[in-house]
């Protein structure tokens, strides 16, 4: 209710507790429980004989202001009729003469204030305590909401999988039994042209013989003598008849033996080695390049297996191949890199300066404009989906100022087919999006390393339409003493997540909805300052890292490593 206002349209108007005019309230007299103008308490107010020790308070102050508590009219609850009048810290009760001198004498004893005072000290511990459970416990149901979302999202791709598998075993049964019947009716159509042939030559030959049987019937029935002789004579020449010779084999239609129906050709349900969702890592160091860089700042492999690798804002992008423990380089040019990507024609996406992608062919070097535009956005992130989407994270106006932040996914054709911005609440999700990557089989998640202005990062997960599912900040061990840094992002063969945080030489392993599965020390094989990921088609995980503050060398080092359990 707004006192020095126009009163508006429902409410009922507050008038001075004195003067009763429209003049605008200002103040309130706690003592008098009176509402006053300026007028009357200058002027009116005063004139009440005790009006100089009234608690007299701005009206902005109504609801803040916490009325003195009376500690002089406590009755004692051991002693009818007496009233409390100090605290005792020994016994933690309040207490009245009586209590003092028959009990209390040498207890530690202070004024009710004092211990009124120490109560609420230790409420409003209590009272952060709470807090600091409730947040705790509203973190454990985040997790298991997420744990749940992970496992019914394993169900769906599961269930999907089994579908899909149901088919193509289908599909290979029909053609199997296809191709049986077509082995058979082959089979019996070989041997059925075969018997049919003996039968046709068989079938002539006692056609010959019947015709012969009649022709000597006809002799034996002559009554011509001379004509019995003489036809005898050429009947008996040809009386021998050729006699069948059927092939002695002509095959035979083989059986059918049912083939045994097992897990192995059909599938099995199993169970992940870790039902915990605790990941077991371990890596192992296989070589390490020296690159002529101050940084690894970004690092892709291309499709002929050799790499790009960029210093960042140091300027330099380098095409190179692997050559013992150094690096060859292929090609080379100056540019302060943000984010960079291999397509799938093998050259090297890049975000520059400007609002559109730059492209570098792997062939010539030369460096192109693309079709992907982010006006009115600078592009400072960069990805490419299993799908062959691009995803970049862009950015207007100064930074830390506020402006708008956004991730964008686009196709081939640079078409924006999605911007994401604004949670379901209509907030604003991103301060500075700098990394970003994305799960492939499971749900497609996107997971954004997102700064703000004091270089405290996050990682944010969102699915693919625009609902965040979860926001990591770093582990609590870790990140005690120093801030959570992420670096760099990269999806793991097995689609979860790795997140290189340089500060504190850490790799910390999410899985694909960005919940914490562990942390892995780089420190422990000697690998300091991680500050760039990249995995190859065989699994092999390549980590780019910079050269220390009070480093003058130009020597970075690459290494390859052999990772297992994510």
């Known amino acids: 209710m707004a006192f020095s206002q126009s009163v508006g349209k429902g409410q009922i108007p507050v008038s001075c507790g004195l003067c009763e005019t429209d003049r605008p309230i200002k103040w309130k007299c706690l003592d008098c429980d009176l509402l006053l103008c300026n007028h009357c308490k200058e002027k009116v107010h005063l004139r009440v004989k005790t009006a100089k020790d009234h608690r007299v308070i701005d009206i902005k102050e109504i609801g803040l202001h916490k009325e003195e508590l009376n500690f002089a009219s406590i009755s004692c609850q051991g002693h009818t009729g007496q009233y409390t009048c100090l ?190 969702h605790e990941a077991n890592i371990n890596l192992e160091i296989n070589k390490q390049y020296q690159t002529k860089l101050e940084s690894v700042t970004h690092v892709c492999l291309s499709i002929d297996e050799s790499f790009w690798i960029s210093s960042g804002n140091f300027g330099l992008v380098q095409k190179v191949k692997l050559n013992g423990t150094k690096l060859k380089i292929l090609l080379s040019c100056q540019a302060n890199v943000y984010g960079m990507a291999v397509t799938q024609s093998n050259n090297l996406l890049l975000c520059l300066k400007g609002t559109r992608l730059k492209e570098i062919s792997s062939n010539t070097g030369k460096m192109t404009d693309t079709v992907f535009n982010l006006s009115p956005f600078i592009p400072r992130a960069l990805h490419i989906t299993s799908d062959n989407k691009v995803l970049v994270g862009g950015v207007n106006k100064g930074f830390p100022k506020p402006g708008r932040r956004v991730v964008i996914l686009m196709n ?50 969102l699915g693919r339409g625009g609902d965040i599912i979860n926001i990591y900040t770093g582990d609590t061990d870790i990140n005690k003493d120093s801030p959570f840094n992420p670096i760099d992002i990269v999806t793991t063969p097995r689609d979860n997540v790795i997140v290189a945080d340089m500060n504190t030489d850490t790799l910390h392993i999410l899985n694909n909805v960005g919940l914490l599965m562990t942390c892995y020390k780089t420190s422990d094989i000697n690998i300091m300052l991680p500050l760039s990921l990249v995995f190859t088609q065989t699994g092999q995980l390549y980590i780019g890292c910079r050269t220390p503050e009070d480093s003058t060398s130009s020597d970075a080092k690459l290494y390859k490593v052999t990772i297992s359990g994510c």
Do not use: W
Not at 220 to 232: E, P
Not at 415 to 431: A, G, L, N, S, W
């Open 87 to 276: 605290y005792c810290k020994t016994c933690d009760t309040l207490v009245c003469p009586t209590c003092v001198s028959k009990v209390h004498k040498k207890h530690e004893l202070t004024e009710i204030q004092e211990g009124y005072d120490m109560k609420i000290d230790e409420l409003k511990k209590g009272q952060r305590k709470i807090q600091r459970d409730r947040k705790e416990i509203v973190s454990k149901k985040e997790q298991l909401n997420q744990l749940f979302l992970t496992e019914k999202n394993k169900y769906n791709q599961a269930n999907k999988d089994i579908c899909k598998h149901e088919k193509s075993v289908k599909a290979v049964v029909e053609r199997h039994f296809k191709k049986l019947r077509d082995e058979l009716d082959i089979n019996i159509e070989t041997i059925s042209n075969t018997i049919k042939s003996d039968l046709n030559d068989v079938s002539v030959l006692l056609k010959q013989t019947d015709n012969k049987n009649n022709e000597g019937q006809e002799l034996i029935q002559l009554t011509d003598a001379s004509k019995f002789f003489t036809d005898v004579n050429n009947f008996e020449k040809s009386i021998d008849i050729k006699m069948p010779n059927p092939r002695m084999n002509h095959g035979s239609i083989p059986n059918f033996v049912p083939g045994e129906i097992t897990q192995s050709n059909i599938g099995v349900l199993e169970f992940d080695e870790n039902p915990s």
């Open 412 to 461: 081939q054709n640079g078409d924006h087919e999605r911007v994401y911005e604004h949670d379901q609440h209509k907030q604003k999700i991103f301060t500075y999006p700098r990394y970003i990557t994305s799960t492939s089989t499971c749900n497609k998640n996107i997971h954004v390393v997102d700064e703000d202005g004091e270089f405290i990062c996050r990682v944010v997960v």
